[in-house]
């Protein structure tokens, strides 16, 4: 029965995908609630992409301070899960800091680091522009920012798939 509840969970998730990113009826607002009640669904069900796409919703559109607390713990759960683009997001969230994070560079990198080393192309470049001006209480680093920005070109193209497992950030100090 397990399996079979994963396979609709999938099922789901793609069903709910392919309605986010369908043309026709962009400003309804049943395809809307629809769509969010899918990846509700698949996320409380522990589908790691689905917690990744409905943290990133409810944070950047939810309206009330609990959707956005809510969408901010579920990319954390799909960030220690593994989750390339759930890690640059908790990076971002902690360069940036709100309402449920402080402000906390050190973090930001640790997340950035993980994402960058599962492939994420947009966490490669923060780090390399990091290391190149000083930035999130980084040193200023050639050969660092260097490392980073031949990762970012290596990996481009696995930021199209998440990573299965969690990234090994390498020591930043």
Known sequence: MLRS???FTQLEYRLASHLMQAPW???SVQKRRLTMHLFRRCANAGHVDALS???????RRGHTARDKARGV??????????H?????Q??????HGCTQFARREDRAVTWYARAAEAGHAGAAQRLSRAFDQGELGLPVDPERS????????EKAPATRQ????????????
């Open 53 to 59: 796409t409905y943290g990133v919703m409810l944070f």
């Open 146 to 153: 260097r490392h980073w920005r031949l990762s970012d070109s």
């Open 73 to 82: 713990r579920c990319m954390v759960q799909a960030a220690e899960a593994g």
């Open 84 to 88: 390339p683009e759930a890690q640059y």
């Open 90 to 95: 908790v990076g971002h969230i902690y360069e």
């Open 25 to 27: 009826l962009e400003s």
């Open 5 to 7: 509840a994963q396979v």
């Open 162 to 173: 998440p990573a299965s497992s969690p990234g090994r950030a390498p020591a930043l100090q």
